[in-house]
């Protein structure tokens, strides 16, 4: 009873944003102890969430379904691709209902259960609300903590109408290679075209040696085309990108062989002309956080 009472509290009573915000430090003077206090007025209600998603889940009494959306009211830079929700966060099944109630100065979040970085992703845990909200056509879905990571599949930019789908599924694939992953499925040209716009971009921001220079005038050796095409594209996309590499820190391990069949579309921004040597000094420019990078099955640098 107790579980069910937490479920119709967050769903049908206007509580989530103050639940949500003890989970996270008002700003950064806060101490850890002050959000303790903070928290200590929601702990039970927040334990009782937990345990009802993850230990009384229901998908089994319901069509089981692998996309979820969320909205958000602002423009929220994300630093990787999957999302670990580590505070109740409630979606929705329907991409109609998240057209409705989305805010034109906010995103759609597209996300599913996939893979975690070549793992197989079973821990799927949620919680069905519609039998238990007061607007049961919305759909809506619980989710919380990290045990089970969801990956964006698209991110939709509400007032300009924009579909991110082919920029995340280039980053998706862009980190499947710097782990050595093999890829399930070869890009088509509106992919391969974001990762040129992507890379383009983030070799634009430090262009300030020589060498910078040269390798952005190899992306694209017509410049007005470059900027007429990245006009078409909200700088939203590319400022994730560049919260997306300079978040990795893992070590990178290329496999040349992996390079010259599974990524045979991307090869060319990262191989020489005879596609048979990594061209490192590429790779420490875009990903300037990285301090170990090893080239499968051969040497290790650091």
């Not at 089981?64 to 929700?85: E, K, M, Q, W």
């Not at 975690?116 to 903590?145: A, H, Q």
Request: some cysteine; hydrophobic content about 40%.
């Amino acid at each position: 009873v107790d579980h069910i009472l937490s479920l119709l509290f967050f769903c049908n009573e206007n509580l989530q944003a103050t639940l949500n915000a003890s989970f996270v430090k008002k700003h950064e003077v806060e101490t850890d102890d002050e959000l303790k206090h903070k928290h200590a007025c929601f702990a039970n209600w927040a334990r009782l969430l937990c345990e009802a998603v993850e230990v009384f889940t229901n998908p089994h009494f319901y069509k089981p379904v692998n996309l979820f959306y969320h909205g958000t009211n602002c423009r929220t830079y994300f630093d990787d691709i999957y999302a670990s929700l580590y505070s109740p966060t409630s979606m929705t099944k329907s991409l109609q209902v998240m057209m409705c109630y989305g805010n034109e100065n906010g995103l759609l979040l597209d996300l599913m259960y996939d893979d975690v970085n070549g793992t197989r992703n079973r821990n799927k845990c949620y919680f069905e609300c519609s039998w238990l909200s007061n607007w049961s056509g919305e759909n809506e879905i619980v989710f919380v903590g990290s045990s089970a990571p969801l990956r964006f599949q698209s991110i939709i930019h509400y007032s300009l109408c924009h579909n991110y789908r082919h920029y995340i599924a280039a980053m998706a694939i862009l980190e499947d290679m710097l782990r050595g992953n093999p890829l399930h499925e070869m890009p088509n040209k509106a992919i391969l075209k974001a990762v040129d716009d992507l890379m383009s971009y983030e070799l634009k921001l430090g262009a300030a040696s020589e060498i910078q220079q040269r390798l952005q005038r190899e992306f694209k050796e017509n410049v007005n085309v470059q900027k007429q095409e990245s006009e078409k594209v909200a700088d939203y996309v590319f400022e994730f990108f560049h919260h997306f590499v300079q978040n990795i820190h893992y070590h990178i391990q290329l496999d040349l062989y992996k390079m010259n069949h599974d990524y045979y579309g991307l090869k060319k921004y990262w191989l020489n002309a005879k596609n048979t040597m990594v061209q490192i000094d590429r790779l420490c420019m875009i990903f300037k956080n990285v301090k170990y990078i090893s080239l499968l099955p051969g040497w290790s640098l650091q």
